[in-house]
């Protein structure tokens, strides 16, 4: 599975972007995956966003975006989206969306992420 991530961009704090992350799995859709949205600040650790089962009937979100992100798929598109409102600051970082085949704990296909930046 190949992932590429888009829609970063500069915002104002509290304004709204939508990330997207089209997917390719040679042909297949992505439909038996789950998908996640993880972030790396600078000079911190990777962590974890969002995520949505591969059958699409759970989410899972950090405490610090609840509420604010909400993660859905297209699984016709092949396409992974992170729509963020009410952003603050704290959410700049380089945000890359991740995909795992269904029963495997691991994510091991990762895009290349896309930078958002929020001023305050």
């Known amino acids: 599975v190949q992932l590429q991530a888009s829609g970063g961009g500069l915002v104002q704090a509290g304004d709204s972007l939508r990330l997207s992350c089209a997917a390719s799995?040679?042909?297949?859709?992505?439909?038996?995956?789950?998908v996640g949205w993880f972030r790396q600040a600078p000079g911190k650790e990777r962590e974890f966003v969002a995520a949505?089962?591969?059958?699409?009937?759970?989410?899972d979100y950090a405490d610090s975006v609840k509420g604010r992100f909400t993660i859905s798929r297209d699984n016709a598109k092949n396409t992974i989206y992170l729509q963020m409102n009410s952003l603050k600051p704290e959410d700049t970082a380089v945000y890359y969306c991740?995909?795992?085949?269904?029963?495997?704990?691991?994510?091991?296909?990762w895009g290349q992420g896309t930078q958002v930046t929020v001023s305050s």
């Open positions: 991740a995909a795992r085949y269904r029963g495997v704990v691991v994510y091991n296909y």
């Open positions: 949505l089962s591969w059958s699409g009937g759970s989410t």
């Open positions: 799995a040679s042909g297949r859709t992505v439909i038996n995956y789950t």
